[in-house]
């Protein structure tokens, strides 16, 4: 009810503490790779890579938190609409120990886990969430590389004032 509640009135973060555990923790590894990320590419590489990168990183880069990350995720990916839709009308919830389903009107199942701290936990966007904060962190390790040779490179170039990195 209250995802359906924040969904309906536009405040996506507000669904964000009904969200299974590892679906949070993934949203903030999501904002907190992209924002180091962010800063390595600012301060160290050239454009276009820069700009282009820092665009596509900006959003997440910039969310304060867990939850800001989950909304913008979860509206790029069309999930707020898709939760608009079919949370309007549970029919039932069907409870087994830790785990229970809504089923809605339009017959689609919504899985939930009971967490730690006894909230129940919206399970569906788990594995998408958790493969784009692997995906971020593979991100990081690639730009921290790149953002290194490029430093050498500028180290490294004759033209740059004998090649201690400063211009002449």
Same mark, same amino acid.
């Given at each position: 009810?209250?995802?359906?509640?924040?969904?309906?009135?536009?405040?996506?973060?507000?669904?964000?503490?009904?969200?299974?555990?590892?679906?949070?923790?993934?949203?903030?590894?999501?904002?907190?790779?992209?924002?180091?990320?962010?800063?390595?590419?600012?301060?160290?590489?050239?454009?276009?890579?820069?700009?282009?990168?820092?665009?596509?990183?900006?959003d997440?880069?910039k969310?304060?938190?867990?939850?800001?990350?989950?909304?913008?995720?979860?509206?790029?990916?069309?999930?707020?609409?898709?939760?608009?839709?079919?949370?309007?009308?549970?029919?039932?919830? #069907?409870?087994?120990?830790?785990?229970?389903? *809504? /089923? !809605? &009107?339009?017959?689609?199942? $919504?899985?939930?886990? =009971? @967490? +730690?701290?006894?909230?129940?936990?919206?399970?569906?966007?788990?594995?998408?969430?958790?493969a784009?904060? #692997?995906?971020?962190?593979?991100?990081?390790? *690639? /730009? !921290? &590389?790149?953002?290194?040779d $490029?430093?050498?490179? =500028? @180290? +490294?170039?004759?033209?740059?004032?004998?090649?201690?990195?400063?211009?002449?």
């Open positions: 009810m209250r995802i359906a509640r924040s969904v309906t009135e536009d405040r996506v973060r507000d669904a964000f503490p009904y969200m299974e555990t590892e679906a949070q923790w993934a949203s903030y590894t999501i904002g907190d790779m992209r924002a180091k990320a962010s800063v390595l590419i600012e301060r160290g590489y050239p454009e276009p890579e820069r700009g282009q990168l820092l665009a596509a990183y900006r997440e880069a969310a304060e938190g867990g939850a800001d990350v989950f909304a913008i995720v979860a509206r790029r990916r069309g999930w707020v609409a898709r939760l608009r839709k079919d949370l309007s009308g549970a029919v039932r919830t #069907e409870v087994q120990g830790e785990r229970a389903t *809504v /089923v !809605t &009107a339009r017959g689609t199942r $919504y899985p939930f886990r =009971r @967490r +730690d701290n006894g909230i129940w936990g919206l399970t569906i966007f788990t594995a998408e969430l958790a784009e904060a #692997e995906r971020s962190t593979r991100d990081l390790a *690639v /730009v !921290t &590389a790149a953002a290194a $490029y430093e050498r490179g =500028r @180290r +490294d170039d004759p033209a740059v004032d004998g090649g201690a990195g400063r211009p002449p």
